[in-house]
């Protein structure tokens, strides 16, 4: 990689969640601060509690009040602390208003100072949508969040794990709605933003597959118009646009074809068809332990004015402050950061 190391804002998360556990795993690698500079946005005490839970009380922690204030050196994690809750506000694993509140707080200043250009990318760890919405912000969830601030309309979410990537014309809706939102202008809408992302990632010609919605891709109509309606001309609007759009390509063929290499990016219609099998490939569950030993995959917002990754998995309350919670999705969702920030 290039010597410029982009400074990354990664939010705490939800306080009660393993964000602010897996915050100090992830920074606890020397290998991040080769590639950027991290920051964390949430608040110092809790972080505290964080350090003792993961057991890298070795690390110490500096609390600023701007990006500008960060040392930026292995052995320090920086806070930039929001002041939005203490340790004696939050009950480790218990979905509230107060933390729901802090997690939109720390949201909201990422996004406000990577608009200012104090950050190169932003890094998100898991919210609950349920605190989040008690605490009176009504949004489905980060994504959602990020366009608003952001003033975004065309937007789209992207998952990325090894060779399987993954970007959606629908996500946080019913699945009754969702056959409705596959319509031609949305879906070259989304392989537009999914041709752009690639580029960003130095794929100089991307090849994009884009999924039918019906069984055999609708078999010309038998099972569904929706293929030759919406989805065949909009492949054929992105051809003439000078993309290299593939299909459709009926969906329980098209993630093996992708994982093989044969495709850069594949255009989901909705929400399940894309994270089911990009979470086949990165989560592992381990049947006697009667959890998720490895959860990998980075989530990213596409169309935005800002860089955005995340992780790819929820709040895991049950987790919380157990020192048991792996950081492997937070750490390539930096990684991906850093890639986004310096167009690698």
Do not use: W
Not at 150 to 166: D, E, F, P
Not at 320 to 331: K, M, R
């Amino acid at each position: 990689m290039s010597e410029f190391r982009p400074v990354l804002g990664i939010t705490m998360g939800d306080p009660a969640s393993i964000g602010p556990e897996i915050s100090v795993k992830a920074l606890g690698a020397p290998g991040v601060y080769e590639i950027c500079r991290p920051i964390i946005i949430g608040d110092a005490g809790i972080m505290s509690m964080a350090l003792k839970s993961a057991g890298r009380e070795d690390l110490r922690l500096l609390a600023v009040e701007s990006a500008a204030e960060a040392g930026f050196a292995y052995g320090t994690i920086d806070v930039l602390d929001v002041g939005a809750v203490s340790a004696k506000d939050i009950t480790p694993g218990e979905i509230s208003a107060a933390t729901g509140d802090a997690s939109y707080r720390y949201v909201e200043k990422a996004v406000e100072l990577a608009m200012a250009g104090a950050l190169d990318a932003t890094v998100t760890n898991a919210i609950s949508k349920e605190a989040i919405n008690l605490a009176g912000h009504r949004f489905a969830g980060h994504t959602e969040i990020y366009a608003k601030l952001t003033g975004t309309a065309k937007y789209s979410m992207m998952l990325a794990h090894g060779h399987i990537r993954v970007v959606h014309v629908s996500t946080h809706v019913s699945l009754r709605q969702a056959c409705d939102l596959v319509r031609r202008g949305r879906v070259l809408e989304v392989i537009k933003l999914a041709d752009s992302a690639c580029k960003a990632l130095g794929i100089s010609r991307p090849v994009i597959a884009v999924a039918g919605l019906n069984p055999h891709s609708g078999e010309a109509g038998m099972f569904g118009t929706e293929e030759v309606d919406e989805i065949i001309p909009a492949i054929a609007d992105a051809c003439a646009a000078g993309i290299d759009a593939q299909g459709p390509v009926p969906p329980d063929t098209v993630f093996p074809k992708a994982r093989g290499g044969l495709y850069d990016i594949v255009v989901a219609m909705y929400h399940d068809q894309g994270h089911i099998p990009l979470k086949l490939e990165g989560f592992v569950y381990d049947k006697a332990a009667q959890a998720m030993t490895s959860v990998e995959g980075v989530n990213i917002t596409l169309g935005l004015p800002i860089i955005r990754t995340s992780v790819d998995h929820g709040t895991a309350m049950d987790k919380a402050y157990q020192g048991t919670a792996g950081s492997q999705s937070l750490t390539h969702a930096i990684e991906y950061a850093a890639r986004f920030a310096k167009g690698l």
